[in-house]
């Protein structure tokens, strides 16, 4: 144990002195290298190196303003550092120059600045009061953008591991207590709540038990889980620790998809890590609690984050769901009892421990504790990662922290929970965000993704989108999903491309219903959430496209027609000239028409016509 | 009864490297997924003989290797690209137009989902999500992400990749 507090003093005193030189830090999160962070990180390597500027380099994870990147924090000691956005090689040079060498910070380029000690500086947003982050708490995500991800003594001099130091000094069942008493629920969007789960498993009797993590984020619009794995890894490792503690687990594993290799690289390089360290492996600090963790890379099944098709594919089987009871908590991994949860709730799990579960359960509402990690994304002006305190509305969380709808368009639905949940009106924006108010109105709070969409949405098309996501990824064992899935799919099929008939809606909400009920797994039992909750808010839609023919989004190919409005019409020709299919026709200075039942709707008139007099209704 | 035929292979760099790994994974609980993924990168797809190989190796029935590979999606029977494209549709790419990507993707390559260019230079996949959302629409050449994209952009993309 004295090694450790020797180990934490040497980190700390690493850390200050880091902070105390002037440094760059390139996020190099996922978003941050997608949008061109390596190239400025050379560029800054490059840049320091020719002109010999006294700067240290550092890299960070993904701080969450993913519509800013790629970012670069500039902090010069004395100063509030400045993280700046749409930083590209080219804008490199000025920015050292300016910031680094003449200590003059660039405000046009600035995103927010985070001051610490020194006077905030005047022009610029200060983290905690900008836009962006006014409305979020920062906890699970206190370390992402701010520390290097891959150094241990960085997680370590921020608080790191003081968690299971405290743990081990506990005994097992007040950890299950404390767990219990945060409220903590679970993160991948079940929302069971976090200690019970814990206790199943210590009350069931055996010698050999698992924590396993469920780290398979296939939702598509979801990437919190990518984010925390890839900006503060040991937390999640942490987290399992101290489950593996409480529950009598010796052993855990982390099912991570294939698609995020640079998680996977993270969480490799953390474990080992944290065993060189002596803090994971046989006889932790000193104790007589051992704990390793392994990591097994998913294979492309989106059915895998179901726990126990998680459970099948771990064990080195086809990933197909099995029939619940017996649950994970008493039969688990190799049958063995098995504590499962999300890469969020783990990472909770160390911030409740250090602070105390009162510090927890004052965020949030009644039944829904704490904050969550919500991915923006869609038509919004500012996509990204927030975390937010539960009870927060979807209206701040879209039109204060997300910046509103893009270009100016209205809004017209939420999506929340993947294909599992539901799409939300403008009249439900004021619904405070926890588990039992999502479920009130259809949809589902799910693991965080959050795609909002405007008029130009088709909400049926965006229901055959998710049909057709399920019914691909749909495993097979059983009837209602397998069939199921294919016969709603080929009926929203047939309503988008204008043969709808109205007994279909019908159809389609019966056949919901019944695979709801009957289903094997979560995946099947929720996949009619989409047309459910779509038919519920937007059935005049459906109707639209079944009795008038008529998309009203214009999206739906099949139900559009191309117009050509007489009043802005100049008659210059050129869409007659692009029509492949002769179906324009009009004299030269006069208004043109289009023939429908020559039109092939290839949308070359509207792409050429300068004067925007080409409509799709 | 007949030998089987794959003890006459020629033992190729490729092999060698098989042998190592299965060595690694003789005992190791739930191993096969891990082999499969490891052998695919040592090959580049899962030919009939390496997946007989293993199956014998691990002491597995072949039916049940063969139903492993079939179920997850990133098991491949074929041979692959040199670099796998994999334009993503989901959701938030989706609504912001991730379908034209796909659509200029394959005009760029001339070649459907699924399909490998005549030079093996490029396979094309769709993926139902990168966890890139936040730079929709986008799309992944091997590990590189690239997001905020245009139809007019991609061509260019692909040319990076020699």
Known sequence: MNNMSEFRAKCKEMYEKKLSRPRVVVGLGTCGIASGGDRVMKAIKEEVAAKGIDVDIDFTSCIGMCYREPMVEVAVPGMPSVVYGDIYPDKVAQL?????????????????????DATPLE???????????????????????????????????????????????????????????????????????????????????????YAVCNADEGDPGAFMDRSVLEGDPHAVLEGMMVAGLAIGADEGYIYCRAEYPLAIRRLNLAIAEAEKHGIMGDNILGSNFS?????????????????????????????????????PAVKGLWAKPTCLNNVETYANVPFIIRNGADWYSAMGTERSKGSKVFCLTGKINNTGLAEVPMGITLREIIFNIAGGIQDGKKFKAVQSGGPSGGCIPSEHLDTPIDYDSLAAIGSIMGSGGLVVMDETTCMVDVAKFFLNFTQLESCGKCTPC?????????????????????????????????????????????CPNPILTTLRYFRHEYEAHIVDKRCPAGVCAALLQYVIVAEKCTGCGVCLRACPSGAITG??????????????????????????AIIKA | M??????????????????????????????????????????????????????????????????????????????????????????????????????????????????????????LETVACIGACGLSPCMMIDEDTHGRLSPKVVGDIFDRYE
Request: aromatic fraction near 8%; include cysteine; hydrophobic fraction near 35%.
């Open chain 1, 96 to 116: 050292l120059e300016s910031h680094v060498v003449n200590k003059t910070p660039v405000h046009e380029w600035a995103a927010i600045q985070i001051p610490g």
């Open chain 1, 123 to 209: 022009g610029i947003d200060v983290m905690e009061k900008s836009p962006y982050y006014e409305k979020q708490v920062r906890s699970v995500t206190s370390r992402l953008g701010r520390t290097n991800p891959e150094s241990i003594e960085e997680y370590i001099a921020t608080g790191g591991y003081e968690a299971i130091e405290k743990c081990l000094n506990m005994e097992r069942q007040a950890i299950i207590d404390e767990i219990k008493k945060s409220g903590l629920r679970g993160r991948g969007g079940g929302g069971f709540p976090t200690g019970n789960k814990w206790q199943f498993v210590y009350n069931t009797p055996g010698e050999k038990k």
């Open chain 1, 291 to 327: 704990f390793r963790i392994k990591i097994k890379a998913g294979a492309g099944a989106f059915v895998c984050g179901e726990e126990t098709a998680l459970l099948n594919s771990i064990e080195g089987q086809r990933g197909m769901p099995r029939v619940r009871p017996p649950f």
């Open chain 1, 482 to 526: 397998r069939e199921g899935t294919k016969r709603m799919l080929e009926l929203l099929q047939k309503i988008c491309d204008g043969n709808g008939e109205l007994e279909d809606i019908d159809t389609l909400e019966r056949l919901a219903k019944v695979i709801k009920n009957s289903a094997l797994c979560g995946l099947g039992q929720t």
């Open chain 1, 587 to 612: 004299e030269k200075k006069q208004p043109h028409t289009i023939d429908i039942s020559k039109c092939i709707k290839c949308g070359a008139c509207i792409t050429r016509c300068k004067f925007d």
């Open chain 2, 2 to 123: 007949s030998a089987c035929a794959c003890e006459k292979v020629e033992l190729t760099k490729e092999d060698a490297l098989l042998e190592k790994l299965l060595d690694q994974y003789r005992d190791y609980k739930g191993g096969i997924i891990p082999v499969l993924q490891e052998a695919q990168n040592i090959y580049g797809y899962l030919p009939k003989e390496v997946l007989q190989k293993i199956a014998k190796e691990l002491n597995m029935p072949f039916s049940k290797v063969f139903g492993i590979v079939t179920f997850y999606a990133q098991f491949h029977l074929k041979p692959r690209g040199r670099f796998i494209a994999r334009v993503c549709l989901g959701t938030a790419c989706h609504v912001r137009g991730g379908s034209k990507i796909f659509e200029a993707a394959k005009e760029h390559l001339g070649v459907d989902a699924g399909g490998t260019t005549d030079d093996l230079r490029f396979t």
